[in-house]
Structures are given as C-alpha cells and as structure tokens.
C-alpha cells in the first residue's frame, strides 16, 4: 500500500477544500492507497481573551488526531509570520512528509504546499485562486487585514513563497479556467503544467425539483460565509432593496454562518429585516431543498476563485445573478443559465434579477440548460475522471488502470 500526504487546511465540516480533500481520499481509496493530512490548527486557538490563548500556547503540541473523519497531523497555530507558519511543517513534520509516496496540495491558494516544495518533493496542487486576487479582493470590501498585509514585507514573503511553489510543482490544477488563465499570465513558465480541474457536484443530489417551488412564497437564495468581506453581503442587501421595490413579495434567504454585527448593520441600513432571513447552515437534504425553491440564486462578491454555492445551484435549475468577479465568469454565460453585471454595482446587480423574474418563460428555459450544463461540465463523474488523469500524469506507478 502507497500513502499519500495532503497539505490543506484544518478540516471543517462545510466549505469546498473540504470537499475536494474528499474527492482526492475517493480515488486514493479506490487504488488502496492510505492518506494523511498534514495543517495547521487555526479553528482551536481560543478568542475569548488573552489568558486562554497564552494557555494554548503553552500546553499545544504537533500530535495525531481524526478530524471529519480524516487522520491528519496537526500542529498547533503559534504567533508568527503568515509566511513562516506556512513554512513551520517543513521542520516540524519533515518525518511526516518523508514517509509518504505521493504529495497533494488542497487549498484556496497554494501555500499549503510550502513544506513539499521546500523539501523538494513531487507534488500537486490543487487551487481555487492566486493570493494576491484573494487578498485584493477582501482588501476592496473593506478589510483592513488584507490591505495592511498587500503593503508589508510578510507580503513579499508570500509573493515569493507562491511563485517558488508553483515553479517547482509537477502539475497545477485549478478550480476554473479564470485562475488557470491567472496563474498562466503571471507565471508564464508554469503555463503548461496548469490544468482545470472544477470543483465536482453530485448532480444525483444535487438536481431540479420544480415541486419545491412555491409561486405564493417566492425568494431569492444566497449561500456562502456570510461574515466573509469578499462575499460583499452589503451590496446584496442595497440591490435587493431596489429589487423589492419592484417585487414587494420577494424573500431573500441567506444560509451559512449566523451574521456578525457589521452584516446586521449593513441589512438595517438597507432597510429590509421584514423580508430576509438568515436561515444558518444546512443539512445537505435541506440545503437542496432550498436551490430548488428559489427563484434565483444571487452572488454578490468583490472576489471569488471560482463560487461552489454557485455550481450546486446552477445543478439544481437554478439561474444565477452574479457579479464580475473572477470565477463565475468561467461558468456563467449571460443569457444561458444566468446573467453577469458590473462588479460592486448594486443597481446592476438589481437590474439582472428584474429582468429574469420578469420574464417567466425565458426563465424557465434557463432552469433547464442550468442542469443540463452542469451534468456536462462539472458532475462528480466529470471531475473524478481528469483528477485521475492528473494523478496518472504525475504519478502513474501508484494508478494502474
């Protein structure tokens, strides 16, 4: 039996690395192969109040543990440098890393891969978008975070650190072709290692109901991190505002984490609490009861890499409104399964969703070349066939067909 370490970050129950890491374990499994994660552990480290992180700190350790179901070796999230806690498995778990065959990187950007690319080992990386896209995108949306980190020397550091571990990569896959086309323009000498590889849906689950719709109740769907500034919930709250004007009985439904205090605040200057509702995150079940009720389902980011809520909706029927934000336009075709406005436009972005609930035939032609798309493009059986094929390519002693 050969064994694989997987670089990703510490793995929680809903998200889409999370998803892919499990798409990867599937085939690896299928050839009885064994499998590791190895990350950091961000999600332990308390909040509350500095006693108990100088606490963690003291008593944390790199150990073994099972989480979501996965054997993973985790260490502990100290106190330094972005840059540098991506480097510390390098040294912390360079056992780790030495015992295992095969070597996958699973994550937004690639710095996960930091440790393999370091110890100079044969790997791939699995990606959704460039650092820099992530970063400025959460930078427009207002995050202070990411703007103070564009303008330090960490910054430089990470620059530097993404461009070793994309030049020393065996094979690059993306989540869409926006950011394969990124990763081509700005490392040109990578460009033929890059492949798409789209995040996989289950379209036996994930499929059209057109019971589930209820045409007295009628609502629009947004499902995502809703705390998360790229996400830009704001402008959604300003468009659907205009779009109520038009649509007095419209709902917005926003699942995922339960708002902080900025989102609320931003909803009550909008001026519409009587029609939304955070609904928290959802049971799979649930969750595509939901796509299949919806009218439509509206995408308000600043920045994404590609938009997974995005591809399990367009699985179900259902049309998407959504900015210009990088990865839907790999997939969206205005007028086809969905419309495309102007990034940060809440006019815009109003205007998009009016003109498909406003014309109920084309709309329903719509829902029925979403599916049929997503069938073709995107299905798990699509996407586990060129993960195998990328897997084959780099390491074809471990796949046997």
Known sequence: MSSACLYTLEPLEHGGVIAKVREVESILRRYDHDLRLLYTATEQVPTTNTHDKINYLLQAHPHWETNCGFTGFAIPHYPLPLWLTYALPTFIASKVIRN??????VSGSNHCALPAALLKKKYIVWIGTLYEEELRGKAAAGDNWAKNLLGS???????????????????????????????????????????????PVDTDIFKPDPTQRDPSRPYLLFTARINDSRKNVGLLFKSFAQVRSRCPNLRLILTGNQPDEAVKQSLREAGIEDAVEFVGYQTKENLVRRYQGAELFVLSSSQEGLGISMLEALACGLPVVSTKCGGPES???????????????????????TELLTNQERLKAMRARCAQFARETFSKNQVERKLLDALRTVYAEHFSR
């Not at 295992?100 to 990187?105: Q, S, V």
């Not at 020393?168 to 869409?176: D, K, P």
């Not at 950011?179 to 460009?191: E, G, H, L, N, Y």
């Not at 997939?331 to 969703?353: F, K, M, R, Y």
């Open 100 to 105: 295992n065959d095969m070597h996958i990187a």
């Open 153 to 199: 020397l960490s910054w430089k550091m990470l620059a530097r650190e993404e461009k070793m571990i994309f030049e020393r990569a065996a094979l690059i896959l993306t989540n869409g072709s926006h950011t394969a086309d990124a990763v081509s323009r700005t490392f040109p000498s990578v460009a033929d290692r890059v492949r798409v590889v789209i995040y």
């Open 331 to 353: 997939v969206i075709t205005s007028g086809d399964n969905g419309i495309l406005v102007t990034n940060g436009e809440a006019a815009a972005l109003a205007d998009g969703v």
